[in-house]
């Protein structure tokens, strides 16, 4: 793909003023006044801060994500790919099927809530190692290591028969590989890093994948199949401790900070007069763990906006802000406000849609569940430290950095 010229840029500049004037900032701290002055003025605009477009309304999204012909992920500019090896994440059509289908039946709803009690007894363990009448910073010391250990367990890298201890090992060698994996996709976005500098991570998340196939379980019958060749299985298994890792600790992060600044949400979620899965998908709502997906267009495209056509250009990035379609006002009612008994509470796109739709969902949703649950069942007196908190930060990922409270 050839980069834009220069008088294009500037026509391009133009034509999108709100959006030639955005700074990667204004998309990283708090953004929501920035999507919704995009979505109201130019909902497809041209933004030189990401070089490619932005597409902050529900509805010009949910196209682009259903339509994976003339919207690829299938791009060298996706960098995950270059590091992990072809996956589900950065394939389409036949390939991202055949990458895809082995893994989906273990990820459906009904295997997924046969781990509840395994989800339920972690929590419980973070919660009883917290000090009575204290207070913690929850990120770090609640949502995170239940995000590495729910997918280390649910994948099959804890043996039962083993120890706490060396189950946490496995999570800090799965959570060391995977920070690398993580540094070197971002990095060679910035020209900071090259795909072999996560040789070493790949061949210890290799090492750690063979033992667990050896263990029997779900990676045993994965291991098993005709369709998933050893790369193939490794490369899948990186994309989904990719996407369950950040996400998950963000998505239990941003919930447990919308419901202890609401009392009225504390109690009623104590009371059982609201549904657990209400609260957890507004909360996905209003601050999707992850807040853009990127595609490519494979072909000229032209779509209708407020001041004229917006003419998509053949390999031009284009942005889909999830957060940014999660608060448009033709879909939802009164977007900033946390409301877990609106309408449509459960057709935010923070999972995204189409054939990329997150294939853990189900499981992200129980974890963040379970993760309220336990926290506010253990600890009855738990309150928001709001002096000690921050609001979610992040232009790809959002979480907040702390979510203090005490009890
Ligand atoms: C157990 C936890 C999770 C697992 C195992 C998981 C796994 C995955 C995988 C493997 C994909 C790629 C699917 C494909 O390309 O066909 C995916 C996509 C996605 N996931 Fe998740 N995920 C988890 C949690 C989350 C959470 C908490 C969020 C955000 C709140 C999230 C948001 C997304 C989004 C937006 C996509 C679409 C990516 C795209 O279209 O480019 N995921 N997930």
Not at 57 to 70: C, H, M, N, S
Not at 87 to 93: F, K, Q
Request: with cysteine.
């Amino acid at each position: 793909m050839k980069p834009i010229g220069a008088s294009e840029a500037a026509d391009r500049n133009a034509r999108f003023p709100v959006g030639a004037a955005i700074t990667i900032d204004q998309l990283t701290g708090d953004l929501h006044p920035t999507l919704k002055r995009l979505r109201t003025t130019e909902p497809i605009s041209w933004l030189p801060a990401i070089g490619g477009w932005l597409v902050t309304d529900y509805r010009t999204a949910v196209e682009i994500l259903r339509d994976p012909v003339r919207f690829t992920v299938d791009d060298e500019r996706f960098t995950t790919g270059r590091v992990v090896g072809p996956s589900m994440l950065s394939t389409d059509g036949d390939e991202h099927q055949a990458h895809r289908r082995p893994f989906e039946s273990m990820f459906r709803r009904a295997p997924v809530v046969e781990f509840t009690d395994a989800i339920r007894r972690t929590a419980r363990q973070l919660v009883t190692g917290f000090e009575p009448d204290g207070g913690a910073e929850l990120r770090t010391a609640y949502a995170a290591p239940l995000a590495t250990s729910v997918i280390a367990s649910f994948l099959g890298f804890h043996d039962g028969s083993r120890s706490a201890a060396a189950e946490a090992e496995v999570d800090q060698r799965l959570l060391s590989a995977y920070r690398t994996i993580v540094d070197t996709v971002v990095g060679l976005g910035t020209g900071t890093s090259q795909p072999g500098d996560a040789a070493g991570a790949m061949a210890d998340l290799g090492e750690l994948v063979d033992r667990a196939v050896r263990h029997g379980g779900p990676m045993a019958e994965l291991a098993d199949r005709d369709d998933v060749s050893s790369d193939r299985l490794r490369s899948n298994i990186a994309v989904i401790l990719f996407g369950a890792i950040e996400t998950c600790e963000g998505m239990t992060a941003n919930a447990i900070t919308h419901v202890l600044a609401d009392g009225a949400a504390v109690r009623r979620f104590r009371t059982g007069t609201v549904k657990v899965d209400r609260v957890v998908n507004e909360s996905l709502r209003l601050e999707p763990a992850a807040a853009v997906v990127d595609r490519y267009a494979t072909a000229e495209i032209e779509f209708a906006g407020p001041a004229g056509p917006v003419p998509i250009a053949v390999g031009d990035l284009v942005e889909v802000s999830l957060a940014g379609a999660n608060r448009d006002p033709s879909v939802f009612v009164d977007p900033d406000r946390f409301d877990p008994d609106r309408a449509k509470v459960g057709q935010h796109l923070a999972f995204a849609r189409g054939p990329h739709v997150c294939l853990g969902l189900h499981l992200a949703k129980l974890q963040t569940s379970i993760a309220l649950d336990v926290l506010l069942e253990e600890l009855p007196t738990i309150q928001l430290d709001d002096a000690r908190s921050t609001p979610p930060r992040g232009h790809i990922f959002r979480k907040p950095e702390r979510v203090t409270a005490r009890w």
